[in-house]
């Protein structure tokens, strides 16, 4: 009996120990995903949540411009715009330089303003913060682009100092170009021979005035592109054409030179027989004989 007791004690505790094994398994898996530590939230952004990209567009107060640099910028911007518009129609035929020069001294007149460091209210100059605040320096870059737009068109020899006006020879010769132009649409209709004779005074004084013009270094391209499609006009459209005046020193030098071999191989022939001529002199061989024998006797 002892031994069946013992055995039936072994078994009750094998039982009882199996049972609370199992039950810790089932409870442990039960319990991990509770235990397990969750995931840190991002303290930048949170999705959803209102004015996070404020948060990320704000600077502090020091990096931010003043309000009269703000308007100095405003101002440049609206310069800007007003000269880039006045450009684009003017680009043909060309009148960038007598269309446009006051809003370009307009633009100047406020960059220099920002570029020299004026001073404003409180002591503030807006150089830095607007030209040189950063790597791309986009203030700079759309100046720096007009203005060399402006001295490629060599605007400055037609406009007067401060922008005011035109200078008199470009309206001189804008003068000029227009009585051009009426004359040839005069005589356009008709024969084109009869528009030849009669605007060729008015074209002549056109094409003396542009080479005056050029050797005083007066001219832009304003002038430039309206000469051009004049003289096309005239020798193209119109076959018209003037005689030059140096044709005929051209025509003297190339003559000279034509002539110049002849000149030459005649010279040299008349040149030659004259030496001919004075190899033979018997008569003067004879006395000079005689006359050496005549001193050798007294001799």
Same mark, same amino acid.
């Given at each position: 009996?002892?031994?069946?007791?013992?055995?039936?004690?072994?078994?009750?505790?094998?039982?009882?120990?199996?049972?609370?094994?199992?039950?810790?398994?089932?409870?442990?898996?039960?319990?991990?995903?509770?235990?397990?530590?969750?995931?840190?939230?991002?303290?930048?952004?949170?999705?959803?949540?209102?004015?996070? $990209?404020?948060?990320?567009?704000?600077?502090?107060?020091?990096? *931010?411009?003043?309000?009269?640099?703000?308007? +100095? $910028?405003?101002?440049?911007?609206?310069?800007?715009?007003?000269?880039?518009?006045?450009?684009?129609?003017?680009?043909?035929?060309?009148?960038?330089?007598?269309?446009?020069?006051?809003?370009? #001294?307009?633009?100047?007149?406020?960059?220099?303003?920002?570029?020299? %460091?004026?001073?404003?209210?409180?002591?503030?100059?807006?150089?830095?913060?607007? =030209?040189?605040?950063?790597?791309? +320096? =986009?203030?700079?870059?759309?100046?720096?682009?007009?203005? @060399?737009?402006?001295?490629?068109?060599?605007?400055?020899?037609?406009?007067?100092?401060?922008? !005011?006006?035109?200078?008199? %020879?470009? =309206?001189?010769?804008?003068?000029? $170009?227009? !009585?051009?132009?009426?004359?040839?649409?005069?005589?356009? !209709? #008709?024969?084109?021979?009869?528009?030849?004779?009669?605007?060729?005074?008015?074209?002549?004084?056109?094409?003396?005035?542009?080479?005056?013009?050029?050797?005083?270094?007066?001219?832009?391209? @304003?002038?430039?592109?309206? +000469?051009?499609?004049?003289?096309?006009?005239?020798?193209?459209?119109?076959?018209?054409?003037?005689?030059?005046?140096?044709?005929?020193?051209?025509?003297?030098?190339?003559?000279?030179?034509?002539? $110049?071999?002849?000149?030459?191989?005649?010279?040299?022939?008349?040149?030659? *027989?004259?030496?001919?001529?004075?190899?033979?002199?018997?008569?003067?061989?004879?006395?000079?004989?005689?006359?050496?024998?005549?001193? %050798?006797?007294?001799?």
């Amino acid at each position: 009996m002892s031994l069946y007791r013992s055995c039936s004690f072994c078994v009750l505790l094998l039982t009882h120990v199996l049972s609370l094994v199992s039950g810790d398994t089932v409870n442990l898996t039960a319990v991990e995903p509770a235990d397990r530590p969750a995931l840190p939230s991002s303290p930048v952004f949170k999705p959803g949540s209102p004015g996070s $990209l404020g948060l990320l567009a704000s600077f502090p107060e020091d990096l *931010e411009i003043s309000s009269y640099c703000s308007e +100095m $910028l405003l101002l440049f911007g609206r310069r800007y715009d007003t000269y880039v518009n006045c450009l684009v129609p003017a680009s043909r035929p060309v009148r960038v330089c007598q269309n446009c020069f006051s809003s370009y #001294g307009s633009l100047r007149e406020i960059y220099n303003n920002i570029s020299s %460091d004026q001073v404003g209210p409180g002591n503030e100059s807006c150089g830095d913060s607007l =030209l040189r605040s950063d790597r791309l +320096m =986009l203030v700079y870059q759309l100046y720096s682009n007009l203005k @060399d737009l402006w001295g490629a068109s060599s605007c400055e020899r037609c406009i007067t100092k401060g922008f !005011q006006s035109l200078t008199n %020879d470009t =309206l001189y010769f804008m003068e000029t $170009l227009n !009585q051009t132009n009426t004359c040839f649409q005069k005589y356009q !209709q #008709g024969n084109h021979t009869e528009l030849c004779i009669n605007c060729k005074s008015t074209y002549v004084d056109m094409n003396e005035l542009y080479s005056r013009m050029e050797k005083n270094l007066t001219l832009c391209i @304003d002038i430039e592109d309206a +000469m051009n499609g004049t003289r096309k006009l005239w020798s193209k459209n119109f076959n018209c054409s003037l005689p030059r005046e140096e044709t005929v020193p051209v025509i003297a030098v190339s003559c000279f030179m034509l002539f $110049l071999p002849i000149i030459f191989y005649l010279s040299s022939f008349l040149h030659s *027989e004259q030496k001919k001529r004075k190899l033979i002199h018997p008569k003067r061989a004879k006395s000079y004989t005689s006359l050496m024998n005549i001193q %050798d006797k007294r001799s």
